[in-house]
């Protein structure tokens, strides 16, 4: 399993892309939160609202998940894939029914 973690401008850019992803069968499930963002721009200290996008799915689907991302926006973005230590049984049993599983790609 895989999660992957994504900062967007708005709730809209969430919503949209969270869907596509669901529509593609690149995730099981979605979240997205407001949070505020503190950054260096410039040589300036910056705050700003930004939105994460929460991505739960099955290893092998970055490439896939990144392209859909930039499909739907153009700027300086933040996108993490964790691999998490442990994740219940049940949630698990969902991902693999609805997900398929992907051999990793040859190094």
């Not at 969430?14 to 997205?32: F, S």
């Not at 407001?34 to 970055?62: H, N, R």
């Not at 739907?72 to 998490?84: R, V």
Request: glycine fraction near 4%.
């Amino acid at each position: 399993m895989k999660i992957y973690y994504v900062t967007l401008n708005n709730i809209e850019e969430a919503r949209q892309i969270g869907r596509i992803l669901l529509e593609r069968q690149l995730a099981v499930c979605v979240n997205w939160f407001p949070i505020t963002c503190a950054y260096i721009w410039q040589g300036e200290i910056s705050e700003e609202p930004e939105v994460v996008l929460i991505v739960k799915t099955q290893d092998g689907y970055a490439i896939e998940i990144e392209k859909v991302i930039r499909e739907h926006i153009s700027y300086t973005n933040f996108i993490a894939e964790i691999s998490p230590v442990a994740v219940n049984q049940g949630f698990l049993n969902w991902l693999n029914a609805e997900i398929p599983t992907r051999s990793p790609l040859p190094t």
